[in-house]
């Protein structure tokens, strides 16, 4: 909890105006590790190693103060590293780091940090993995084969050397992965990551159990691909080759002809002077869908060399294959991975789009237009046009493909919000809107995101759009304030898109606050991602990643709020005048305080749960500071019962329980509201209970346990639906502890089944029977079978409710 005087409330309300990550009275962490503040997790990692190696108080043993500073590197680190710590750190400073447990005062050894951290950071073929970017990453379209690894544990230093010649071999063949179990034990176990190291293969999550020598890894890794090469021959080689789906597209053709001096022995000789079968295998996993890949047996196919003027062993490039009779371009590398990139620069260059022409796509694209989607990489004169980008056209065949220069048309440029970091790749849709590719730069993933976008209904939105249409007009909108280079905001993009999809009633966009910086600042963005729910012009704000049925249920909660704004007059008519039959639930927040954000979604569940039962309210102790004042409230934030049965302020309870989550709330809420529930007391336990002819089920707990607090609900459900045949009730052990130790109790909260006595006056057993099977699902159909026929075949009548 947040406990602050006068003066840090005052304080409060300017931190809340302040620009975009302003830090009071302490260096900014990410000016410590010297990196922007979209940095990924690869990025901060590299930073801090670099500052560990030079900063260390091993290497700095003449500075007394090396210990201090290196804690604060050492602080700025665990904090950044962390998605949830580094919202809260974005969003509040140090401020809203204070109620996390962690010690900074813990490091390790200089050593550690040269030999055993970040262990393939500078590893271009691999990707470091963590739970911000996995599934998004490796439950997709291509294979991954992933090392889950501990820095401590020396067999994945010995694994490393053949786990770096692996991932340069099936380079563009299969992903290779590694990850930190040290940094990522959550993901690890989530993953079944049982021993060091573990090699699990995606998407299937198949564990390879095979020997980890190079050769095997990659045999391994070849199974698993999925292209296709082609035997070719003189029966099949016009037919295979001029059939109507490729005769137009372009082939590479392995020949292979005997060496010099072995006419007439054809033993191996597919094997000889030319592409081996793992390495055509390579080729064709490389080319996927872009160029069909073939070979050629010249020994058992001679004459069919000879018609083509094939005189040894060479590899071929047709840019159509019913060129294939004009010889082609012969392609003297060894490497399957050369040979792809020099076929790669053989075919032909995306087509360039004029101004006119991308407006004209564009204008065919409007409603009712019939237009084919267009897919655009925006560059600059000074850009590089990646090989890779030259698939695109045979993997988007219902698309238009091509490219745009911004330096011709900078002003086209900056109307679609291009910016300044190119290159880009949009997608313009049917129906004028258009989204922006903010993942690789990878032939195979821009064409899943073209795909994916088609039916999107996510728009792209700059300063122009604010503050009308989104603010000003009285239409939903729901805004997505991210920054590209976050993993956390690329992994929710999908998951917006489908919530748009289910939801049509309502407008979805996004704004790339790299680019538009001052607009963010505006909407009071400090971290990301952000999403901001306008209804009716007011702003709803929701931080950080959220699977689609949150985002749903926050859009849902926001159009038909269950949680009352309370004003000051509000509370006065409504919470001060209730009611005696009125109960009243207030939650008094400040929206800058981590704790208080973290409880809304909880707070939204409470009143949904609650369903009018009771009432439920919150007070911005920010826009109503005095007012918090003059109800004492001290700290934020605080949870308020306003009981039924009293009216006026007087009478309140304020929650004191540890756990804020909807359960534990909805535990303590009961307290106040009708039950069927019986409380219980040390007066009444022995002739209410231990004397009854009737069942009992007995809740024995103490306020203080969070579990107990969240089964109260359950208990309630039980007690409804076992009204009429057994009796429910419920003791404080923290009160009655002399009752609670008669009974043995040992833990919270403990359930027992008191049978009821046959003869009248006679005392049950103080410990009863114990319920292992706490749930209602379980419990109720366990107390119908042996209590309810009991009382239909005593000739009882039968409870209608």
């Known amino acids: 909890m947040w406990h602050h005087n006068k003066i840090v409330k005052l304080f409060a309300a300017s931190f809340a105006l302040a620009t975009l990550f302003c830090l009071a009275n302490s260096e900014d962490f990410y000016e410590l590790l010297g990196i922007d503040r979209d940095a990924d997790a690869k990025d901060i990692r590299r930073a801090f190693k670099k500052l560990a190696l ?19 590197i050492n602080q700025a680190y665990e904090v950044l590293k962390d998605d949830e710590l580094r919202k ?47 599934e998004q990453s490796v439950f997709g379209e291509d294979i991954w084969i992933v090392n889950f690894y501990s820095p401590r544990c020396h067999h994945c230093h010995d694994l490393a050397p053949t786990w770096r010649e692996f991932a340069k071999e099936v380079e563009g063949v299969v992903r290779v992965g590694a990850v930190n179990c040290w940094d990522d034990r959550p993901l690890c176990t989530a993953q079944k990551v049982k021993y060091f190291p573990t090699l699990f293969v995606y998407p299937k999550h198949e564990e390879y159990k095979g020997d980890r020598t190079l050769d095997e890894l990659v045999k391994h890794a070849l199974n698993l691909v999925q292209a296709t090469i082609h035997p070719l021959w003189a029966r099949n080689f016009k037919t295979t ?82 060129e294939v009779t004009k010889g082609g371009k012969e392609l003297e590398f060894e490497q399957p991975k ?55 056209p045979h993997l988007l065949t219902d698309m238009k493909v091509g490219k745009f220069n911004c330096s011709n048309d900078q002003a086209l440029c900056d109307n679609l919000y291009i910016g300044n970091k190119l290159p880009k790749v949009a997608l313009f849709r049917r129906g004028g809107g258009y ?85 963010c600042n505006q909407q009071n963005i400090r971290s990301y991602p952000t999403t901001i729910m306008y209804n009716s012009s007011k702003p709803h704000m929701n931080v950080g990643f959220s699977y689609a049925h949150v985002l749903r249920e926050f859009i849902e909660d926001t159009l038909n709020p269950k949680v009352v704004a309370l004003s000051p007059s ?32 909880e707070w939204r569940k409470v009143a949904k749960k609650l369903n009018g039962t009771a009432n439920v309210g919150s007070v911005d102790c920010v826009e109503h500071d005095s007012f918090c004042t003059q109800l004492n409230i001290q700290s934020y934030p605080t949870i308020r019962v306003y009981p039924m049965g009293q009216t006026g302020l007087h009478g309140f309870r304020n929650y004191n329980g540890w756990n804020r989550d909807a359960m534990s709330i909805m535990g303590w809420v009961y307290n106040f509201l009708p039950t069927s529930v019986e409380t219980i007391t040390h007066g009444n336990f022995r002739d209410l209970v231990l004397r009854s002819t009737e069942p009992w089920v007995v809740d024995f707990y103490a306020p203080w346990c969070g579990p107990c607090m969240q089964f109260m609900p359950k208990l309630e459900e039980i007690a409804k639906a076992v009204k009429g045949y057994v009796n429910v009730g419920k003791i404080d052990c923290q009160v009655y502890q002399s009752t609670c130790m008669q009974a043995s109790i040992q833990a919270y909260p403990t359930l027992r089944i008191y049978r009821g006595t046959d003869t009248k006056g006679y005392s049950q057993h103080w410990s009863g029977e114990h319920v292992y099977q706490k749930e209602p699902q379980h419990l109720i159909p366990y107390l119908q079978q042996k209590f309810k026929r009991r009382l239909n075949s005593a000739g009882h009548k039968k409870d209608e409710l």
């Open 54 to 72: 030079t900063k260390h108080p091993d290497k700095n043993q003449d500075d007394p103060q090396a210990h201090e500073k290196f804690l604060r």
């Open 88 to 134: 809260k750190y974005d969003r509040f400073g140090e401020e809203g780091l204070k109620e996390q447990k962690q010690q900074w005062h813990r490091y390790e050894s200089w050593q550690f940090y040269k030999t055993e951290f970040g262990l393939y950071d500078e590893d271009p073929e691999i990707v470091t993995l963590s739970k911000t970017d996995f």
């Open 241 to 322: 080759l001029l059939a109507d789906d490729a005769k137009n597209q372009p082939w590479v053709i392995s020949y292979c002809a005997p060496p010099e001096g072995t006419a007439g022995d054809t033993k191996d000789v597919a094997q000889v002077g030319c592409l081996d079968r793992e390495d055509q295998l390579k080729l064709a996993a490389i080319l996927n869908k872009v160029v069909s890949v073939g070979y050629v047996n010249c020994v058992a196919s001679s004459q069919l060399c000879e018609k083509l003027k094939i005189e040894d062993s060479t590899i071929r490039f047709y840019q159509k294959a019913k």
């Open 338 to 392: 050369q040979i792809a990139n020099e076929i790669m620069k053989q075919l032909p260059d995306l087509s360039t789009l004029t101004s006119s022409e991308l407006q004209k796509a564009r204008d065919d694209l409007v409603s009712g237009g019939q237009g084919q989607p267009v897919v655009t990489y925006f560059m600059d004169s000074l850009g590089d046009q990646d090989l890779e980008l030259k698939k695109l």
């Open 435 to 519: 989204e922006f590719h903010h993942g690789r730069l990878f032939a195979q993933d821009i064409a899943a995101f073209a795909r994916n976008g088609l039916n999107s209904r996510l728009r792209v939105l700059g300063p122009k759009d604010f503050p009308d249409p989104v603010i000003s007009s009285q239409e939903p909108w729901f805004v997505d304030f991210f920054s590209p280079h976050c993993p956390p905001c690329r992994q929710l993009l999908p998951e917006i898109r489908k919530v748009a999809n289910q939801m049509p009633h309502i407008n979805f966009g996004t704004v790339d606050c790299t680019t538009h910086m001052p607009l």
């Open 570 to 601: 509000l509370f006065d008519d409504l919470v001060k005048n209730r009611g005696r039959s009125d109960v009243w639930l207030v939650d008094f927040y400040a929206p800058w305080c981590g704790p208080c954000q973290a409880l809304l979604p």
